[in-house]
């Protein structure tokens, strides 16, 4: 089993920056994926931002351009630095581990609220 806590959420006005760091208990392998999900309106997390095995990068049409997904090995952390936050990015944030070759893994969320 694998632990994820997740800091760094926080209230924040429009045009500001919060990053969210995730710590793992275990130390992440190459091929690990490393994402970011938030809750949504509905029962379905929506996707946020993706490091993949190998080292590539996805996000979601909603915050290309202003969050940044990254990962120090040393630190067994994986971070998402969002700039130019916005009220409609208000929500709860999971960070996520498809550890290869398998198990997967969610963090507790962290709550970001961003006021107009």
């Known amino acids: 089993q694998v632990q994820l806590v997740q800091s760094g959420g926080g209230l924040v006005q429009a045009g500001e920056s919060l990053t969210l760091a995730c710590v793992a208990s275990?130390?992440?392998?190459?091929?690990?994926?490393v994402a970011w999900y938030r809750q949504g309106t509905g029962p379905q997390r929506d996707f946020v931002a993706r490091r993949a095995g190998g080292g590539r990068i996805e996000y979601s049409d909603a915050v290309k351009g202003r969050f940044t997904v990254s990962r120090d090995d040393a630190k067994s952390t994986v971070y998402l630095q969002m700039n130019d936050l916005k009220p409609e990015d208000t929500d709860t944030y999971y960070c996520?581990?498809?550890?290869?070759?398998?198990?997967?893994?969610w963090g507790q969320g962290t709550q970001v609220t961003v006021s107009s």
């Open positions: 996520y581990l498809d550890r290869w070759p398998g198990g997967n893994y």
């Open positions: 275990s130390r992440f392998g190459a091929e690990d994926s």
